[in-house]
Nanobody, 121 residues
């Protein structure tokens, strides 16, 4: 079965940093783009970043450009999201997903349990 385990969330102050990890299994890691979306209570899901499977192209939501960096380690079947200069607006549950269709900003795919990120002001 496809499994994507997000971890690394926590509580930080405005301007702080966190590094999220996504451990993937149950599929050929190199064949799929892997991304991150977030969801705050009562709000719609927001795709925030994605990394391509074949060319390592990266995509970012405008609100996180220059602050977040996505990367992957194929040997470990793991994708990371380095988040710097965090803002209270970044508070949400973060999920990583396997993209099976759609686009990076409107993806279709699978995801697992998310990790909570809370940014205090």
């Amino acid at each position: 079965d496809v499994q994507l385990q997000a971890s690394g969330g926590g509580l930080v102050q405005t301007g702080g940093s966190l590094r999220l990890s996504c451990a993937a299994s149950g599929f050929t890691f190199e064949d799929y783009a892997i991304g991150w979306f977030r969801q705050a209570p009562g709000k719609e899901r927001e795709a925030i970043s994605c990394i391509g499977s074949s060319d390592s192209s990266t995509y970012y939501r405008d609100s996180v450009k220059g602050r977040f960096t996505i990367s992957s380690d194929n040997a470990k079947n793991t994708v990371y999201l380095q988040m710097n200069s965090l803002k209270p607006e970044d508070t949400a549950v973060y999920y990583c997903y396997q993209r099976t269709g759609g686009s990076w900003s409107r993806p279709f795919g699978s995801w697992g349990q998310g990790t909570q990120v809370t940014v205090s002001s």
